[in-house]
């Protein structure tokens, strides 16, 4: 079944504990990124890949890092989380980036950091 | 960068009504706009999209119209159903340069039967 699965699906953590989040794809998509989604702002981009070791800042990259060096895998890293990235987290995957390409998401990553 | 805004942020019709939701877009370069459907508790979901060589599209009940000029585009649904109920979200993005993925804020939209 062609899917993009995420891990954990729960993250309940303490403020400055490192955490990744990882995120992985059996569909040989060529771009993946990821998103959260907090209530009143929408779905808002955090990092994109486009390929294998390329990545890019989406709109919110600020306390996060990424890495692509696989193509099925994209995880999410928290260095030092902190309470206002609380938040429910979503990785897609879709063919290629740009135009006509629909993203496929994950089930979704709730994170609390107290 | 791109910067999508998206009004209402909550809808609520009778079912069998028309419901509109309206997005507007900052960056002139911005070529694809998708909309997502999200439902309680999921993931989202494409509905349908549009390119900006194209000036309407339609899905059956949904349909997706662009003005380039004035930089913005409206998902209309029409017949609406209690299945409709979710959140709804416009997008944009580019296929040169910067591939990044901008939603907008989201409208909720409620079918009452």
């Known amino acids: 079944e062609a899917q993009v699965t995420q891990n954990p699906r729960y993250l309940i953590t303490v403020t400055g504990k490192k955490l990744t989040v990882t995120c992985s794809q059996n569909?040989?998509?060529?771009?993946m990124s990821w998103y959260r989604q907090d209530p009143g702002l929408g779905l808002r981009q955090i990092y994109y890949?486009?390929?294998?070791?390329?990545?890019d800042k989406g709109d919110v990259p600020e306390g996060y890092k990424v890495s692509r060096k696989e193509k099925r895998n994209f995880p999410l890293i928290l260095e030092s989380p902190s309470p206002n990235q609380t938040s429910l987290y979503f990785c897609?995957?879709?063919?290629?980036?740009?135009?006509?390409?629909?993203?496929?998401f994950g089930p979704g990553t709730r994170l609390t950091v107290t | 960068g791109e910067n999508v805004e998206q009004h209402p942020s909550t809808l609520s019709v009778q079912e069998g009504d028309s419901a509109v939701i309206k997005c507007t877009y900052s960056?002139?370069?911005?070529?694809?706009f998708p909309w997502y459907k999200q439902e309680l508790g999921k993931r989202p979901q494409l509905i349908i999209d549009?390119?900006?060589?194209?000036g309407e599209k339609k899905d059956q009940r949904i349909a997706v119209t662009l003005n380039k000029t004035a930089k913005h585009f409206s998902l209309h649904i029409t017949e609406t159903q209690p299945e409709d109920s979710a959140v709804y979200f416009c997008?944009?993005?580019?296929?040169?340069?910067?591939?990044?993925?901008?939603f907008g804020s989201g409208t909720r939209l409620q079918v009452q039967p």
């Open positions: 960056d002139s370069a911005s070529n694809y």
């Open positions: 890949s486009m390929n294998v070791e390329v990545t």
């Open positions: 549009i390119r900006s060589n194209v």
């Open positions: 569909m040989n998509h060529e771009y």
């Open positions: 997008a944009a993005s580019r296929s040169t340069g910067r591939r990044a993925l901008t």
């Open positions: 897609a995957s879709s063919l290629a980036g740009g135009i006509g390409y629909e993203q496929y």
